[in-house]
């Protein structure tokens, strides 16, 4: 598991995996979802790793919190 240290605490990093397994779509779109959330968080300067999506982000955009 990869987390990132973000304002005091850790965030884990969902893989496309995943992020299919959750929310219950194939692996292409897990994999076009995590690539269309990365180009969001880029544009507001944040550092993306390929692949991986902070979960709390994720869960936050897709209303699942």
């Not at 884990?12 to 397994?21: G, I, K, P």
């Not at 390929?50 to 982000?57: D, Q, S």
Request: glycine share 4%; no cysteine; aromatic share 10%.
């Amino acid at each position: 598991r990869t987390y990132v240290r973000k304002a005091g605490f850790m965030s884990r990093m969902m893989q496309a995996l995943e992020v299919a397994d959750l929310l219950q779509v194939s692996r292409a779109t897990a994999y076009k979802i995590v690539k269309q959330l990365n180009e969001e968080l880029e544009q507001r300067g944040f550092f993306t790793i390929r692949g991986k999506i902070p979960e709390e982000y994720l869960r936050k955009r897709f209303n699942l919190l």
